[in-house]
């Protein structure tokens, strides 16, 4: 749990009882590449944090056809947040693209750090509030550029995952063929 109160510790200081609350609620896990972490029709009832591992997060056109939403990527936290700030039940799915180890955050949990005393409540917010900034700021960026700049984008800023995640998702996510997809990675290995 070193990372996650690494990255609790990027959010701001909190006296060392209220940190090991916090992490004492959260609760380490593992699911093996193509499990199911989110199926349609389930309330998403956690937030996770991603230790190691990738996740694909993905819904169905009325087509049938695959539209990837969000590759999750180590070293974040990630919920559908829609659904688990509403208490909603999800429509679409997620799976381990590979073998993931998270800490996970069940909502009873969630609910028990914000009424523990405002410094934490106030903390979780902040959290929460990230979560929701960069949904925002991904999708600005994202509708800025074109389909070989979010390429690139990808490639300077998680060059794991572009080798890792299958070129068929890599495609979806940044809104092109995998024809297309295949074009610009020629184009850009010959230059």
């Not at 902040?126 to 925002?136: D, N, R, Y």
């Not at 068929?168 to 063929?177: F, K, M, R």
């Amino acid at each position: 749990m070193q990372m996650l109160r690494e990255y609790f510790n990027g959010f701001g200081t909190l006296p060392d009882a209220d940190m090991d609350f916090l992490l004492g609620q959260c609760r380490p896990r593992e699911i093996a590449k193509g499990e199911l972490l989110i199926t349609p029709h389930q309330r998403v009832d956690s937030i996770y944090f991603l230790e190691s591992g990738y996740l694909h997060y993905y819904t169905h056109t009325d087509m049938g056809e695959r539209i990837t939403l969000k590759v999750v990527r180590p070293n974040v936290c990630w919920t559908i947040l829609d659904n688990f700030m509403n208490q909603t039940i999800a429509q679409d799915e997620c799976v381990a693209l590979t073998d993931v180890r998270f800490c996970e955050l069940k909502r009873e949990d969630y609910l028990r750090i914000k009424s523990k005393n405002d410094r934490l409540a106030n903390f979780i917010y902040t959290i929460i509030e990230q979560m929701l900034s960069a949904k925002v700021l991904e999708a600005n960026n994202k509708s800025k550029m074109t389909v070989e700049q979010r390429y690139l984008d990808l490639l300077n800023n998680d060059p794991e995952m572009v080798r890792i995640v299958p070129v068929t998702i890599l495609a979806s996510l940044i809104g092109t063929s995998r024809e297309t997809l295949h074009r610009i990675r020629r184009k850009l290995a010959a230059a």
